[in-house]
């Protein structure tokens, strides 16, 4: 296995017959030329990505952004993958580096972005945004830079993006903004705040990212009895009448429908929610005009 190019002191390209091979591992490509042998003892990680635009881009990124970022990133990647026991979809290598590389420069400058996320992120996330906490410890240590935990949920994304193999940060986005509006909506109609350190707060959002997942991934749904339905319907009335407004704003929003069914198992969760206040008087929820 010889060097066909370096990329920088931890990564170098290799060439594996006809196939071009990324190569990575502390110090393998410092104080070394073209057509020299890799030190297979230094070798950590090997790149083949099927996708030649990927794999380009990796190689981009293994060029021009600062090596500390990249090692930073490689770390986080590998403890995720250590504690989540899977192994991540490829394009985490090169989404996350450029993320955080580009979240260091901004807090560097002083620049720190909000993320409005954040506190749903923690709760339908938990395991990804324990891991990413690591990503404090690692760039305090190895950068001397102090990041938020707002840069941790979005980093928390990314590995929950990668664990599902899904390779798409949009749509993970695009579920957690959705169930975010839909809390939203609940709050709108009732006049209340839902504390977010509840657990009412807790189960509704978990229970809201399954039923969001399986609408749009356009897997079945809940099915009741239409008795049940009915029943649910007349001892939940006010419920189910905020269920059908979450139902229509999310097909006005986003197109995406809840059958008569799905609305009777999110009303019988607002309910919950409702029975949970009257209970705490008010410690889980606070009420703004005593609309419950």
């Known amino acids: ?17 006809n196939e ?17 042998p890799v030190d297979r003892s230094r070798i950590e990680k090997v790149f083949v990505m099927q996708d030649d635009s990927k794999y380009q881009k990796w190689e981009q990124i ?24 899977v192994v991540l979809h490829e394009h985490i290598h090169i989404a996350l580096t450029d993320h955080l590389s ?14 409005t996320l954040l506190n749903e992120i923690k709760i ?26 707002d840069e941790v949920g979005y980093i928390a994304l990314h590995i929950h ?5 899904a390779g798409d940060m949009a749509k993970t986005l695009d579920i957690t903004t959705m169930i975010k509006d839909i809390i939203g909506v609940i709050e709108q109609e009732w006049s209340i705040r839902i504390s977010e350190d509840s657990v009412a707060y807790e189960r509704l959002i978990t229970y809201l990212r399954f039923a969001v997942q399986r609408a749009s991934a356009g897997e079945k749904l809940h099915e009741l009895e239409p008795d049940m339905v009915q029943i649910i319907k007349q001892k939940y009335r006010q419920s ?11 097909k006005e929003e986003y197109d995406l429908e809840f ?25 889980d929820l606070i009420c703004e005009n005593g609309a419950w």
Do not use: W
């Not at 060029?63 to 986080?76: A, F, G, K, R, Y």
């Not at 580009?102 to 993320?115: D, H, P, T, Y």
């Not at 945004?129 to 950068?143: D, N, S, T, Y």
């Not at 993006?161 to 193999?165: D, F, G, V």
């Open 20 to 36: 071009e091979q990324i190569v990575m591992g502390a110090g393998i490509g410092f104080q070394k030329t073209k057509n020299d």
């Open 161 to 165: 993006t990668a664990r599902m193999n």
């Open 124 to 149: 339908l996330y938990a395991k990804e945004f324990q891991i990413a906490c690591l990503a404090q410890a690692l760039i305090r240590e190895k950068i001397g830079i102090e990041i938020p935990e």
């Open 259 to 283: 059958p008569e069914a799905e609305l009777a198992y999110i009303s019988m969760h607002i309910q919950r929610i409702y029975s949970r206040f009257v209970m705490m008087q008010g410690d």
């Open 62 to 85: 293994l060029t021009t952004l600062p090596e500390e970022h990249i090692q930073v990133s490689e770390e986080l990647i590998s403890h995720a993958e250590n504690e989540l026991g």
């Open 1 to 17: 296995m010889k060097i066909k190019r370096i990329l920088n002191n931890n990564a170098v390209i290799v060439g594996m017959g």
């Open 102 to 115: 580009f979240a260091i420069e901004r807090l560097a400058k002083g620049m720190v972005i909000q993320n």
């Open 240 to 250: 189910f009448a905020c269920a059908l407004k979450i139902g229509a704003f999310i």
